[in-house]
């Protein structure tokens, strides 16, 4: 196990129709996080999971939005009847636990990221 | 106003400079992130710190806690250094549980050979 992978890398779609990532992240952690990024600005969070749980979603993550963690390895995002404001990179991440001073905290390791186009 | 600042946002240099790149935060964190940007998008995490000093190679990156602050170095910068450069946060939530990475905007630096 090499990292983060995510599948497809790129995906090229009509408006509203539906698309699914997926982000395998590096198998002893626990953690994973999905982030979205458009083109000029820095990542954004849109949901993480602990294990199989999902924690925290953003109120970026619309109703359009699903992620799931079934098993507690692999994730899956779906984006249901896509808009062209849903074009962006789709970044997943995973993370292992570090001590720091205030508490533990997570050093998050990036996938290659799932590029969508939406026309 | 977004909770993390970086600066400049695009920096050109010529080969063999020193470079800084600055970050300014307005959250409580439990940790700041220096991250690499390669075109095509993946992700390399350089620095995770907390406190004081790191250096790996040529890179050195520096945080102020009292002034909430950091800055990136490169020493005899290269034009392989051409990257956009990012800096996030772990913030502190309520239930004490450092997690989620919130973002700047980036850097974009181009070292000129």
């Known amino acids: 196990d090499t990292g983060v992978s995510q599948d497809p890398r790129h995906k090229i779609t009509k408006r509203g129709q539906n698309v699914t990532f997926r982000c395998d992240p590096i198998?002893?952690?626990?953690?994973l996080y999905w982030y979205r990024q458009t083109l000029g600005q820095g990542p954004e969070f849109l949901t993480y999971?602990?294990?199989?749980?999902?924690?925290?979603k953003s109120r970026l993550l619309s109703d359009r939005f699903s992620a799931e963690r079934p098993k507690g390895s692999f994730s899956t995002l779906e984006i249901q009847r896509t808009e062209q404001g849903d074009s962006a990179m789709y970044l997943c991440a995973s993370s292992l636990a570090h001590l720091v001073a205030g508490g533990p905290t997570y050093e998050q390791f990036f996938g290659p990221g799932t590029r969508l186009t939406v026309l | 106003k977004n909770e993390v600042e970086q600066s400049p946002q695009n920096l050109t240099a010529q080969e063999g400079e020193f470079i800084t790149i600055n970050c300014s935060y307005s959250v409580g964190i439990s940790a700041l992130h220096w991250l690499q940007q390669h075109p095509g998008g993946g992700i390399v995490s350089l620095f995770m710190?907390?406190?004081g000093k790191k250096k790996h190679g040529r890179l050195i990156a520096t945080i102020n806690i009292q002034e909430k602050h950091s800055s990136l170095h490169i020493t005899a910068s290269h034009p392989r250094d051409s990257a956009v450069y990012i800096c996030?946060?772990?913030?502190?939530?309520?239930?004490?549980?450092?997690?989620?990475?919130?973002f700047g905007k980036g850097t974009l630096l181009t070292v000129n050979p």
């Open positions: 198998s002893e952690h626990n953690r």
């Open positions: 996030a946060v772990s913030s502190q939530n309520s239930g004490g549980s450092n997690y989620k990475l919130t």
């Open positions: 999971f602990q294990n199989e749980a999902q924690l925290e």
């Open positions: 710190l907390s406190t």
